[in-house]
């Protein structure tokens, strides 16, 4: 003979409160962000494996006015393109896309330490939906404004 159980719910005289589930999506493994330290490294999210497809990644370098920004890579392995057009690191001298270019790349030539003209970098990590590489590593460091000599002016 089957054992039979009964549970009983009852509600409450009160209007009944609904909540919802929220659900929020996240690329793993993340990247991009502001960094405001003096030194700091920055590397293709997934690095030293193999940096997913479908990527854009950003970061701010910010520090405090009258300092400068050296960014060195230590290692570069995206896809490589004449044009660097589908996997690539863009460095900007400031903090948005619209300040100038210093340079895009791609492949695996690392070029020299960068410097930048202000105290703000603006760096773009992009990867399309095909190729993947081993990725990048980069640090940066901060230093002074090199003191400028010029001629004596005198009235």
């Excluded at 903090?95 to 895009?104: A, N, Q």
């Amino acid at each position: 003979r089957p054992l039979r159980h009964w549970i009983r719910f009852r509600a409450p005289p009160a209007p009944l409160i609904v909540s919802c589930l929220s659900l929020s999506l996240s690329l793993s493994p993340e990247c991009g962000g502001e960094l405001t330290a003096t030194y700091g490294s920055i590397n293709s999210p997934g690095y030293p494996g193999n940096y997913p497809p479908n990527r854009d990644c950003y970061w701010t370098v910010s520090v405090s006015p009258g300092l400068l920004i050296t960014f060195a890579f230590g290692t570069l392995s995206l896809e490589h393109h004449a044009n660097c057009s589908f996997d690539y690191l863009e460095v900007r001298d400031g903090s948005s896309e619209t300040d100038p270019l210093i340079g895009k790349y791609c492949g695996t030539s690392a070029p020299p330490p960068i410097t930048s003209s202000s105290n703000k970098l603006w760096i773009k990590f992009k990867s399309d939906s095909s190729v993947t590489r081993g990725g990048f590593r980069a640090i940066y460091k901060v230093g002074k404004l090199p003191l400028r000599c010029g001629p004596l002016l005198a009235r």
